[in-house]
């Protein structure tokens, strides 16, 4: 199935420092959603995007829905020990009816180090 | 405020065993969803059920079934394990026509 795309597969930061992530596709995306995992839990939503351009912030969290509509961005600040986890980017495609299937990306494993 | 509740936490099987998944939410959502997660492959869908009623294939489905037995429950059953089935299973659930998807903590299930 169509997936999409994120690398690295791992980030290592130093405490404090920002991360930015991406998410691509070759397809047209009309929604962008982020996800956080913590060891041992489920998926958790951090932001939702509905609109091309859109810039959404939750915290020190930022995220935005690409002009082009095949890509989206998350952004962390000043990052903390449980920043720690698996970031997962995850989209409906645009035109396969309002309630389409997510797609998900596989995940880049952040590491902060204190 | 339970959300997604998956049952069990755990599970070991042998090879040949049969085992249902259970997994209910109380958000009054009307689309459920099935997602195995595999080291390196992210979320893949099993089966997904987008209202009461209705149950459909997933990227992932072989060796699987489903029962969306009512609006609030979704069970997935392993007729014969296989030790490829060896994964951590979530449940999730979205409102109809929304973006987002509410997960459970999922099931670990090993299959030896």
């Known amino acids: 199935g169509q997936q999409l795309n994120q690398s690295p597969q791992s980030m290592f930061i130093q405490e404090g420092e920002d991360v930015s992530m991406n998410c691509t596709s070759s397809?047209?995306?009309?929604?962008w959603l982020w996800y956080k995992q913590d060891p041992g839990e489920g998926p958790v939503l951090l932001i939702a995007?509905?609109?091309?351009?859109e810039l959404t912030s939750n915290g020190r969290l930022t995220a935005q829905f690409g002009i082009t509509r095949k890509d989206s961005f998350l952004n962390i600040s000043a990052s903390i020990p449980s920043d720690v986890g698996i970031y997962f980017c995850?989209?409906?495609?645009?035109?396969?009816?309002?309630?389409?299937?997510?797609?998900f990306g596989k995940g880049i494993t952040l590491s902060v180090r204190p | 405020n339970a959300g997604v509740t998956q049952t069990p936490k755990f599970q070991v099987l042998k090879t040949g065993q049969s085992m249902t998944l259970q997994c209910a939410q109380d958000?009054?959502?009307?689309?459920m969803y099935w997602y195995r997660q595999d080291p390196g492959m992210g979320l893949r869908l099993i089966y997904y059920s987008a209202s009461e009623g209705t149950t459909d294939k997933g990227e992932v489905p072989n060796g699987y079934n489903v029962s969306r037995l009512n609006k609030r429950e979704f069970s997935l059953r392993l007729e014969s394990a296989a030790p490829s089935q060896t994964s951590v299973y979530f449940c999730?659930?979205?409102?109809f026509g929304t973006g987002s998807v509410h997960f459970g903590d999922g099931t670990r299930l090993s299959i030896l």
């Open positions: 999730a659930s979205s409102e």
């Open positions: 397809s047209i995306f009309n929604t």
């Open positions: 995850a989209g409906r495609r645009a035109n396969t009816g309002a309630n389409s299937k997510l797609t």
């Open positions: 958000m009054n959502h009307n689309s």
């Open positions: 995007l509905y609109k091309a351009g």
